[in-house]
């Protein structure tokens, strides 16, 4: 049976870990409050039984009060023992207590204000609606009759998808408001009976609107789409006309600005895929939010439980009766807008099938099938046969030739194909490293998923990279065993084999067949793009995350510009790729290339500030700035190796690794600080049982950033060609690059669970901000400073090692 800590740790938001119930701190005081009744003998023992066994029914009393967090009115619970506790257990007891009405403090306030936060987003969603079924009401008005390009006037004239019966049904189009959303539920608690679940779920449903099962092929059993907002006939709420005049308002705006009838419809489109995938993220937050109340009430069960039982006292019954009244456990707004989106969404864009809308609302999960293990072996074992048999062709080769033979093979070999096979093992190595920091990130419940935006189902797990990266092995190790082989039988033009494996390569990559993970590759082109188009485009965190990797990848973008050179120029006929390496124009299209990784990045950084104003983006583009001055230096230390170029060369080049050293550490990683909880680390951390890992990976990183060292004292590896250590040496960049990805997105996910990001920010097709504001009144932040208050308490009660207040009072 899986522990409920491992449970809650799988099944948590891990963005929004730190407004849980910390069930782990509170098992410790449990063992504490263990311990301590485990000693000081038999007698002790019997005596406090004595007192357990003779207590009443209520041994403690919960009582709440009102208090005013940063000018938030927040409910808080304290607990009170209504029987003397032992002295020396007294202590340890209203700990536990203490934290206990913290954790369930916190928890209700982060419930409300998550709350509040999606019944806003609901309206605005609601409103958003009402404008696209307007432009469509115009687009058919338009269609029968040109002249009809412009919304009614007239609020009785207006239909929106149902025909209205008479004059009192028009509140059946009401916008959703915060207040109409749950008084169906509050009218029925009002009559003062306790309702079962499923009745309320049957009540909700008729008031809702929710129709029966049916199959989406029986067209017979669809009802026409509703009208949009809640039916809420016969209830007391006045019809909201300023959101219907502002409504009307934004759609005649968008028609004035539509050219024409093709613009106007595509404008439409547009729309309706924006709101649809607004409804699909806006949904996953509230089951995110469910999910949430849910864990929460189950924590408080199972740590009350265990408390009854290591104290033989019954506070259980008493304390649970608490969480049960909660706000986080009694609302039912979730369950209410959870029912109001599958009805939108099933009206609007499932053409009224229920089923079809709840099948595409709900998140689907990406699934690695056995046979993707199967394959995976498969490749792994097949990969592994290949190059040693490479090796082993290559070791009888060498041993048939002479001393002599074996140089010029040697060399005409490195300035030949090696180029073209180490580009492809460079672009396999980077995969592994990918491979293995999903597997790390999965492991340690790092979201990459959320934080690249991947489509929901889409993301590859570590066994779906790792069977594309060991398949391509295969590929790579076929292509150089029958080159080899090729060689050795002297077979003409042996050279077309190594172009034969980047052409595989290339037609994956490009293949538009719905083979070979072809949503994961759309992906990948489409942030190439817009890096390559950089700063024209929005700029993304998979956009620039990409582009850090391909700063590592500067071999291997000039290893492209060779194969160009090598295939193109018709040089693989003589094998004679010196003709392309001492070539004046090559080596300064190869310099060129060279910066285009940092002049992406630098380019990537400016739109951003122009986009968000920060100046932490300038200083991040100063980094990139000072890389192309290292590089265009070391361009002329490579030409001209006189004093000045080699003290330049060594000068920028130290001031821009120590830049990047810095960054690294501090912005990218977050680590450093100096005043942190974890000294020299920061507050939180993902291995928070290892620190030494942290300080382990620092001097990796640094080590691995002076490499540019080697150059500038011509350095060689046991008399290695040149060409053998630039391809180790850029091996040594990938393998840091892929160290890097693990702490950067570590710190990434951390800030998001620092701001509870949970749930993407999805862009609507309209402009209501003002006009929301002014419909709905304008609003505060839906979570109050107090919501980030519980984290900070909880931290400084920690190093402090105190109860929190005055909770557990005698």
């Not at 060399?411 to 096979?421: E, H, K, L, R, W």
């Amino acid at each position: 049976m899986v522990k409920f800590a491992k449970y809650l740790n799988v099944h948590m938001v891990p963005e929004w870990r730190p407004a849980y119930c910390n069930y782990k701190k509170l098992k410790k005081d449990l063992k504490r409050i263990k311990n301590q009744l485990g000693t000081g003998g038999a007698r002790r023992q019997q005596s406090l039984r004595h007192v357990y066994n003779n207590r009443s029914n209520k041994v403690i009393s919960v009582h709440h009060r009102s208090a005013d967090l940063y000018g938030s009115k927040v409910d808080l619970v304290e607990t009170e023992f209504l029987e003397p506790l032992n002295p020396v257990q007294a202590h340890n007891e209203k700990a536990f207590f203490g934290r206990l009405d913290h954790e369930l403090n916190k928890v209700n306030e982060f419930y409300k204000g998550k709350e509040k936060e999606f019944m806003r987003h609901a309206e605005i969603l609601d409103m958003q609606m009402h404008t696209l079924v307007e432009l469509k009401e115009a687009a058919e008005r338009r269609a029968v009759e040109p002249s009809a390009d412009k919304p009614s006037e007239d609020a009785e004239d207006r239909k929106p998808l149902l025909n209205r019966r008479s004059s009192m049904d028009v509140m059946d189009s009401l916008p959703l408001t915060t207040e109409m959303l749950f008084q169906t539920v509050s009218n029925h608690r009002n009559l003062g009976s306790v309702l079962e679940k499923d009745e309320l779920s049957t009540m909700l449903s008729s008031q809702l609107g929710e129709m029966p099962e049916a199959n989406s092929n029986d067209l017979s059993s669809r009802r026409p789409p509703r009208p949009l907002g809640l039916t809420i006939n016969a209830l007391p709420i006045p019809l909201n006309e300023d959101v219907l005049v502002k409504v009307k308002s934004t759609a005649k705006d968008v028609m004035e600005k539509a050219e024409d009838a093709a613009s106007f419809n595509a404008k439409i489109r547009h729309s309706d895929k924006m709101l649809h995938d607004a409804f699909i993220e806006f949904y996953r937050g509230l089951t995110l939010l469910k999910s949430y109340s849910m864990l929460n009430a189950l924590a408080f069960t199972k740590i009350l439980k265990k408390y009854d039982k290591v104290t033989e006292r019954s506070a259980f019954v008493t304390y649970m009766g608490t969480v049960d009244n909660s706000y986080f456990h009694t609302s039912d707004r979730v369950n209410s807008l959870i029912t109001w989106v599958e009805s939108m969404f099933a009206d609007h864009f499932a053409n009224g099938d229920r089923h079809r809308a709840r099948k595409s609302l709900r998140p689907r999960h990406a699934k690695a099938p056995h046979r993707i293990t199967f394959f995976l072996g498969l490749f792994t074992g097949c990969s592994l046969a290949l190059i040693l048999a490479f090796i082993a062709v290559l070791h009888v080769l060498f041993e048939s030739l002479s001393p002599k033979e074996q140089e010029a093979r040697e060399i005409a070999y490195i300035q030949s194909v090696f180029p073209i096979f180490s580009m492809t093992a460079l672009l396999l190595l980077h995969m592994y490293m990918y491979g293995w920091n999903v597997y790390l990130w999965r492991r340690t419940r790092i979201n990459y998923a959320f934080i690249f935006e991947f489509a929901p189902g889409t993301e590859l797990c570590y066994r779906k990279v790792l069977l594309v990266s060991t398949g391509l092995t295969v590929v790579l190790g076929m292509g150089l065993l029958g080159h080899i082989t090729a060689q050795l039988n002297e077979s003409p033009a042996v050279d077309l084999i190594p172009l034969g494996v980047v052409l595989t390569l290339l037609i994956l990559l490009f293949c538009p067949l719905n083979i070979c993970f072809r949503s994961s590759r759309a992906f990948f082109l489409n942030c190439m793009y817009r890096i390559i188009c950089s700063p024209f485009y929005e700029v993304m965190l998979a956009d620039f995350f990409l582009g850090d990797q391909l700063c590592s990848q500067v071999p291997l973008l000039r290893n492209i510009e060779y194969s160009l050179c090598y295939y193109v120029g018709g040089h693989f006929l003589t094998e004679n790729g010196q003709v392309c390496l001492s070539n004046p124009t090559f080596k300064d299209i190869s310099y060129i290339i060279s910066v285009l990784p940092y002049w992406w990045r630098l380019m990537q950084c400016a739109r951003r500030y122009r986009d968000e104003g920060s100046k932490a983006h300038i200083a991040n583009g100063g980094k990139y700035l000072s890389a192309m001055l290292a590089v265009i230096v070391r361009t002329f230390y490579g030409r001209n190796e006189n004093t000045f170029w080699t003290v330049s060369y060594i000068a920028i080049s130290t001031i821009a690794t120590f830049y990047q050293i810095y960054w690294d550490l501090v912005i990218d990683w977050g680590l450093l600080r100096k005043n942190s909880v974890n000294r020299w680390l920061r507050d939180q951390l993902i291995l928070e049982d290892h620190h030494y890992i942290y300080f382990i990976s620092m001097g990796i990183n640094i080590l691995l950033r002076f490499p540019w060292v080697l150059s500038v004292t011509h350095y060689q590896f046991g008399g290695l060609d040149p060409h053998i250590t630039d391809f180790l040496l850029a091996a040594l960049e990938i393998v840091r690059r892929g160290h890097w990805n693990f702490y950067r997105l570590e710190n990434e996910h951390l800030n998001n669970v620092g701001h509870y990001r949970a749930v993407k920010t999805v862009p609507l097709p309209f402009d209501h901000k003002e006009r929301c504001s002014e419909a709905y009144g304008s609003r505060k932040s839906s979570l109050p400073k107090s919501i980030s208050s519980w984290r900070d308490r909880e931290h400084r009660r920690e190093v402090s090692n105190l109860p929190n207040g005055r909770s557990a009072t005698k």
